[in-house]
């Protein structure tokens, strides 16, 4: 496929502009830092096709389900992440003639996206109606050295003539969401303020009753010389203006610094959020752009420092990588106790911003071997505050005694999905959330967590697993009725194989946990469910391909007709966009890895041969057609030596939304998926492996390639890895001894020693 921007390995590069890639750049050119986010949705007035969108971190809304009919035990709303203040806003006047590149004509254009310095710069030169032609420099940022600012210069440069123009820095809050059940405004004002070069647009959710205030600050400048301007000051509900008339001369450049800042009580009293916007926008507006980007830049060396992946003769592979770092970066920081990993991040509306399984599965790893061991705790705590509405959502659909389903979608707990077949049938989520806490724990041994927060999640999930079997008389064993595995294109299956393996899995690392803490388990198993849960792992009943080490997918799968993906029509893929869901339900592919997601998991209980096996069978079924899938099947075909298979996939995973694969890169971008192109390098390619055992490297590299390096943390301790075509060098990072095994062989590193094994 055709990249959509220029390929640059530190950059994204735009230097046309098109209207219909538009709400494709803004998704893709999106910035933010953690706390907040914003689309690349240009300063001055666009009349054009596009998505406005700026959000806060954890603030939503309950917008009522929309469905056709009610059924017991549906959830009430789907949480929806808010479109909140757009505080972007300048806009521009010459002679009464408002700044607009939908009627300009646009002469030149670029823009980019610095992922190195985590910055939005643009550069466009435009000729008005009346022929007069400007230039304007635009450049922005959300800092990651303070998450509350975010700061915007604006140089404009008449090029053919001086005259009298008008700039109108403004504040926003009167915005709705695109996808809105029942285009319903979801703000209220709860206070404004307008002085000159100050503003403040403070607003507040209607029922969950959110507080966010968003300040800003202001001056314009000729050659670093401050000017003195007289600005008209206009406001209304949810909405401040400053705007001034200045006479600007043919050739010279003036800049309009706009300092933002961004303060919500999802982090601060709510008596304090316009206090602490005002003090931030302070303190950020003192600093002066420039010691604001200083910080901002430092924060994000630091980031890469540690996070950064290297690919040498691979330029789209090398941008793809550090796109999908960078973007997992400016969504999670670890903060903030009450945020999670939205599939979107703070680029798009779509998913409603929520947590789903994806971060237990997905992101969790990467964070794991990528920052201090605190970020990856403060997502599983997450998890453990919200055990009491796991609890209440499994007894909404008949479940007892301290059973506890975990949502498929929740912002505060509760369940919030709107589609009956995932929120009541896609269970293995549970499942992931158990597996984040077992691999936490192989990465940093840190049995404080488990004792405390770990250890309760695992038995109200093992627990929901155990009354969710039931036995059946014919098969002489225990079933898993009416559930939807990882491939969301079939639905309501019996005997999942994922699931009721995960399942399995999660019982039996309980008890192996209880027997561990012993005395110190809380809370306290009684001897009938220890036996119960142990005669439900002994007779579990697992679908298989007669003759073969094939897993079935679920019981019935054999019935379909077996084509293969190549099979259909390039004209009638993606299939979700072209078929009708009964026939996707009828047909044979699969969406995602669902039994190769569970081989994945679990492949230190599978011999290579089992899964080459599996994998040859499921992939060429699979289309690839949920973001989540083709890092799996990277990570599965490196394992068996495929390198082919993985490379292709691995080009697809790491530019699914820098080339647009599926088509709805306007909807914002697939974050979640990010982190498993991550993984698709360091678990796939690099052969990366933390178990119990210890730390395990395995490497391989694309022909394409020279070589790759990337650093992650084991116990903490940084080691940094380099794989070329016929070697490895492994760095000892840290002040500490390891050991760690490559191809089978066990090496022992002191503090800062490097090793150099040649193959």
Same mark, same amino acid.
């Given at each position: 496929?055709?990249?959509?921007?220029?390929?640059?390995?530190?950059?994204?590069?735009?230097?046309?502009?098109?209207?219909?890639?538009?709400?494709?750049?803004?998704?893709?050119?999106?910035?933010?830092?953690?706390?907040?986010?914003?689309?690349?949705?240009?300063?001055?007035?666009?009349?054009?096709?596009?998505?406005?969108?700026?959000?806060?971190?954890?603030?939503?809304?309950?917008?009522?389900?929309?469905?056709?009919?009610?059924?017991?035990?549906?959830?009430?709303?789907?949480?929806?992440?808010?479109?909140?203040?757009?505080?972007?806003?300048?806009?521009?006047?010459?002679?009464?003639?408002?700044?607009?590149?939908?009627?300009?004509?646009?002469?030149?254009?670029?823009?980019?996206?610095?992922?190195?310095?985590?910055?939005?710069?643009?550069?466009?030169?435009?000729?008005?109606?009346?022929?007069?032609?400007?230039?304007?420099?635009?450049?922005?940022?959300?800092?990651?050295?303070?998450?509350?600012?975010?700061?915007?210069?604006?140089?404009?440069?008449?090029?053919?003539?001086?005259?009298?123009?008008?700039?109108?820095?403004?504040?926003?809050?009167?915005?709705?969401?695109?996808?809105?059940?029942?285009?319903?405004?979801?703000?209220?004002?709860?206070?404004?303020?307008?002085?000159?070069?100050?503003?403040?647009?403070?607003?507040?959710?209607?029922?969950?009753?959110?507080?966010?205030?968003?300040?800003?600050?202001?001056?314009?400048?000729?050659?670093?010389?401050?000017?003195?301007?007289?600005?008209?000051?206009?406001?209304?509900?949810?909405?401040?203006?400053?705007?001034?008339?200045?006479?600007?001369?043919?050739?010279?450049?003036?800049?309009?610094?706009?300092?933002?800042?961004?303060?919500?009580?999802?982090?601060?009293?709510?008596?304090?959020?316009?206090?602490?916007?005002?003090?931030?926008?302070?303190?950020?507006?003192?600093?002066?752009?420039?010691?604001?980007?200083?910080?901002?830049?430092?924060?994000?060396?630091?980031?890469?420092?540690?996070?950064?992946?290297?690919?040498?003769?691979?330029?789209?592979?090398?941008?793809?990588?550090?796109?999908?770092?960078?973007?997992?970066?400016?969504?999670?920081?670890?903060?903030?106790?009450?945020?999670?990993?939205?599939?979107?991040?703070?680029?798009?509306?779509?998913?409603?911003?929520?947590?789903?399984?994806?971060?237990?599965?997905?992101?969790?790893?990467?964070?794991?071997?990528?920052?201090?061991?605190?970020?990856?705790?403060?997502?599983?705590?997450?998890?453990?505050?919200?055990?009491?509405?796991?609890?209440?959502?499994?007894?909404?659909?008949?479940?007892?005694?301290?059973?506890?389903?975990?949502?498929?979608?929740? +912002?505060? #707990?509760?369940?919030?999905? &709107? !589609?009956? /077949?995932?929120?009541?049938?896609?269970?293995?989520?549970?499942?992931? *959330? @158990?597996?984040?806490?077992?691999?936490?724990?192989?990465?940093?041994?840190?049995?404080?967590?488990?004792?405390?927060?770990?250890?309760?999640?695992?038995?109200?999930?093992?627990?929901?697993?155990?009354?969710?079997?039931?036995?059946?008389?014919?098969?002489?064993?225990?079933? +898993?009725? #009416?559930?939807?595995?990882? &491939? !969301?294109? /079939?639905?309501?299956?019996?005997?999942?194989?994922?699931?009721?393996? *995960? @399942?399995?899995?999660?019982?039996?690392?309980?008890?192996?946990?209880?027997?561990?803490?012993?005395?110190?388990?809380?809370?306290?198993?009684?001897?009938?469910?220890?036996?119960?849960?142990?005669?439900?792992?002994?007779?579990?009943?697992?679908?298989?391909?007669?003759?073969?080490?094939?897993?079935?997918?679920?019981?019935?799968?054999?019935?379909?007709?077996?084509?293969?993906?190549?099979?259909?029509?390039?004209?009638?893929?993606?299939?979700?966009?072209?078929?009708?869901?009964?026939?996707?339900?009828?047909?044979?592919?699969?969406?995602?890895?669902?039994?190769?997601?569970?081989?994945?998991?679990?492949?230190?209980?599978?011999?290579?041969?089992?899964?080459?096996?599996?994998?040859?069978?499921?992939?060429?079924?699979?289309?690839?057609?949920?973001?989540?899938?083709?890092?799996?099947?990277?990570?599965?075909?490196?394992?068996?030596?495929?390198?082919?298979?993985?490379?292709?996939?691995?080009?697809?995973?790491?530019?699914?939304?820098?080339?647009?694969?599926?088509?709805?890169?306007?909807?914002?971008?697939?974050?979640?998926?990010?982190?498993?192109?991550?993984?698709?390098?360091?678990?796939?390619?690099?052969?990366?492996?933390?178990?119990?055992?210890?730390?395990?490297?395995?490497?391989?590299?694309?022909?394409?390639?020279?070589?790759?390096?990337?650093?992650?943390?084991?116990?903490?301790?940084?080691?940094?890895?380099?794989?070329?075509?016929?070697?490895?060098?492994?760095?000892?990072?840290?002040?500490?001894?390891?050991?760690?095994?490559?191809?089978?062989?066990?090496?022992?590193?002191?503090?800062?020693?490097?090793?150099?094994?040649?193959?």
């Amino acid at each position: 496929m055709r990249s959509l921007f220029e390929i640059d390995e530190w950059k994204v590069i735009e230097r046309s502009f098109d209207p219909l890639k538009q709400k494709q750049a803004e998704s893709i050119f999106s910035i933010g830092n953690g706390s907040f986010g914003q689309r690349a949705n240009f300063e001055e007035k666009y009349s054009g096709d596009s998505l406005l969108g700026s959000y806060v971190g954890g603030v939503y809304y309950p917008d009522k389900t929309r469905v056709g009919w009610w059924k017991n035990g549906y959830p009430e709303y789907f949480a929806k992440v808010l479109n909140s203040c757009n505080w972007i806003g300048i806009n521009m006047e010459v002679n009464g003639l408002q700044i607009d590149l939908s009627s300009a004509e646009v002469l030149s254009f670029y823009r980019e996206l610095d992922m190195k310095l985590g910055t939005l710069k643009r550069n466009v030169v435009m000729r008005l109606e009346d022929g007069k032609e400007m230039e304007i420099d635009a450049l922005r940022f959300c800092s990651m050295d303070d998450e509350d600012i975010a700061a915007i210069s604006y140089a404009v440069t008449p090029l053919n003539f001086s005259g009298i123009v008008r700039f109108t820095p403004y504040l926003n809050g009167r915005v709705s969401n695109h996808d809105s059940n029942y285009n319903e405004f979801f703000w209220e004002e709860h206070s404004r303020e307008i002085t000159p070069h100050f503003g403040l647009v403070c607003a507040k959710t209607k029922k969950t009753e959110f507080v966010v205030a968003t300040a800003m600050r202001y001056t314009f400048s000729e050659d670093n010389k401050q000017l003195e301007i007289i600005p008209h000051l206009n406001d209304c509900e949810l909405y401040v203006e400053s705007s001034f008339d200045y006479e600007l001369m043919q050739g010279k450049k003036y800049f309009l610094h706009k300092y933002v800042s961004i303060a919500a009580s999802i982090k601060y009293p709510e008596n304090e959020v316009k206090r602490m916007a005002i003090s931030c926008l302070e303190n950020g507006f003192n600093l002066g752009f420039d010691g604001l980007l200083h910080r901002h830049v430092k924060a994000w060396e630091s980031i890469w420092q540690k996070a950064d992946i290297v690919i040498s003769g691979d330029s789209a592979a090398q941008q793809g990588i550090r796109f999908n770092i960078f973007h997992l970066y400016q969504t999670y920081t670890g903060k903030n106790a009450k945020l999670n990993i939205g599939p979107k991040g703070f680029t798009g509306e779509k998913y409603g911003g929520a947590t789903y399984w994806d971060t237990e599965a997905y992101c969790l790893p990467f964070y794991l071997k990528t920052a201090d061991y605190r970020i990856a705790r403060q997502l599983l705590i997450y998890r453990f505050n919200h055990l009491q509405k796991a609890i209440e959502n499994a007894e909404k659909l008949g479940f007892k005694n301290g059973a506890a389903l975990y949502p498929m979608v929740t +912002m505060n #707990g509760e369940e919030c999905h &709107n !589609e009956w /077949e995932i929120t009541f049938e896609e269970i293995h989520r549970n499942g992931a *959330i @158990a597996f984040g806490i077992y691999n936490y724990i192989r990465h940093t041994n840190d049995k404080d967590y488990l004792k405390e927060y770990g250890f309760p999640v695992l038995l109200g999930i093992a627990r929901f697993w155990a009354q969710r079997f039931n036995w059946s008389g014919s098969k002489n064993a225990f079933v +898993m009725l #009416g559930v939807t595995g990882p &491939n !969301e294109y /079939e639905n309501n299956v019996n005997n999942n194989w994922y699931t009721n393996y *995960i @399942a399995r899995w999660c019982i039996d690392y309980c008890l192996k946990i209880q027997e561990e803490l012993g005395n110190e388990s809380n809370p306290k198993m009684s001897e009938k469910e220890v036996s119960t849960f142990r005669h439900i792992i002994e007779n579990i009943y697992f679908p298989q391909l007669t003759g073969t080490s094939i897993f079935l997918q679920q019981e019935g799968f054999m019935d379909k007709e077996q084509l293969s993906a190549s099979d259909i029509p390039r004209n009638e893929r993606p299939i979700n966009q072209y078929w009708s869901w009964d026939r996707i339900l009828r047909s044979v592919f699969i969406k995602q890895a669902d039994v190769l997601q569970g081989l994945y998991l679990f492949e230190e209980f599978f011999d290579v041969q089992t899964i080459k096996e599996n994998f040859d069978f499921y992939e060429p079924k699979t289309v690839h057609e949920s973001s989540l899938s083709p890092c799996i099947h990277v990570i599965l075909a490196a394992k068996i030596g495929n390198l082919e298979k993985a490379y292709e996939l691995y080009l697809r995973t790491s530019r699914l939304d820098l080339d647009d694969y599926n088509h709805e890169a306007e909807e914002g971008l697939h974050i979640t998926s990010m982190a498993g192109t991550w993984m698709s390098l360091v678990e796939g390619f690099g052969g990366v492996r933390i178990t119990e055992k210890g730390l395990q490297i395995n490497p391989s590299i694309p022909m394409t390639w020279a070589s790759y390096s990337f650093q992650l943390l084991y116990l903490n301790l940084p080691i940094h890895i380099t794989v070329s075509k016929n070697s490895c060098i492994v760095k000892n990072k840290s002040q500490k001894f390891i050991t760690f095994k490559l191809h089978e062989i066990i090496y022992e590193l002191e503090s800062s020693q490097e090793i150099k094994i040649s193959y």
